[in-house]
C-alpha cells in the first residue's frame, strides 16, 4: 500500500512484516487497548476479575478495567509495549485511555485518568517509543505536554475537532480518521490543521486520505 505510516495491531503484526515495512522506510505505530481487557488476546487471563468491568459498548468481547489498579495494569502494558519496541515499532497507540466518562463499572475521576494516561506514556517513552493520544478530548490542556502526538475518530462526526487546538499549536501532528459519508469534511479538517483520511469502520486495507 502506497503509505508512509502505518497503524498496526501489537499481538497480529509479526516481525517480518514490520521489518519489511521498516525496509521500505514506513514508520509504524503500535495498537493496543490500556483501558480494556479483550478476551481473545493472549495475555487475557493476567487480568484478574478485580480489575475487570463492564462490557463495552459495541464490544461484546471487550470489557472496561479499573485503571486505578497500577499496580496490576501496567506491569501488562509494559510487557504489551514491550513487544512493539522489539518488532521495531516507533510508537505507541494506547486505547480506551478515556474509561472515566463511559459506563465501566468503576467509579473512575478525571484524576484517576489522568494519572494511568501519564504512567503509560511514561512506559512508551522509556522504551523510546513516541506515544499518541488517543481520544480523550476532554483532557486533552492536561496531556497534550505528555503525549507526542494524537490519534482521533470521528472529530468531524462529534463536533470536537476544535479542541485539538493544542496538539497543532504545539507543533505535533493530529491523526484523524472518519468512518462514514464522502470526503467533503476534509476542507474542515484542513482548517484545524488535522491530517485526515476515510476509512471503513472494519478497518480494512482501503483509505480515502483527504
Not at 20 to 27: A, F, I, T, V, Y
Not at 59 to 86: F, K, N, Q, S
Not at 159 to 175: N, S
Request: hydrophobic share 40%; net charge negative; with cysteine.
Amino acid at each position: 500500500m502506497d503509505a508512509d505510516l502505518f497503524d498496526l495491531d501489537y499481538e497480529t503484526t509479526t516481525s517480518a512484516e514490520t521489518d519489511e515495512l521498516k525496509r521500505d522506510g514506513r514508520h509504524l505505530i503500535c495498537y493496543l487497548s490500556a483501558g480494556s481487557v479483550e478476551e481473545y488476546r493472549d495475555d487475557a487471563d493476567a487480568f484478574p476479575p478485580s480489575v475487570v468491568g463492564e462490557v463495552m459498548s459495541g464490544w461484546a468481547d471487550e470489557r472496561w478495567l479499573d485503571i486505578r489498579r497500577t499496580e496490576v495494569l501496567l506491569p501488562i502494558m509494559a510487557a504489551r509495549m514491550d513487544i512493539c519496541a522489539d518488532k521495531g515499532f516507533d510508537a505507541v497507540e494506547p486505547d480506551n485511555v478515556d474509561g472515566y466518562v463511559n459506563d465501566t463499572g468503576f467509579p473512575l475521576t478525571a484524576a484517576d485518568q489522568l494519572t494511568y494516561n501519564r504512567a503509560v506514556a511514561d512506559l512508551a517513552h522509556a522504551r523510546g517509543l513516541s506515544v499518541a493520544l488517543k481520544n480523550d478530548v476532554d483532557q486533552i490542556p492536561e496531556l497534550v505536554d505528555t503525549f507526542d502526538f494524537a490519534v482521533n475518530e470521528e472529530c468531524i462526526r462529534y463536533a470536537e475537532c476544535d479542541q485539538y487546538e493544542p496538539f497543532v499549536d504545539a507543533g505535533k501532528a493530529v491523526l484523524h480518521v472518519e468512518y462514514e459519508g464522502p470526503l467533503d469534511f476534509c476542507a474542515e479538517s484542513r482548517r484545524y490543521g488535522l491530517s485526515s483520511m476515510l476509512k471503513p469502520a472494519e478497518l480494512t486495507a482501503s483509505r480515502q486520505p483527504c
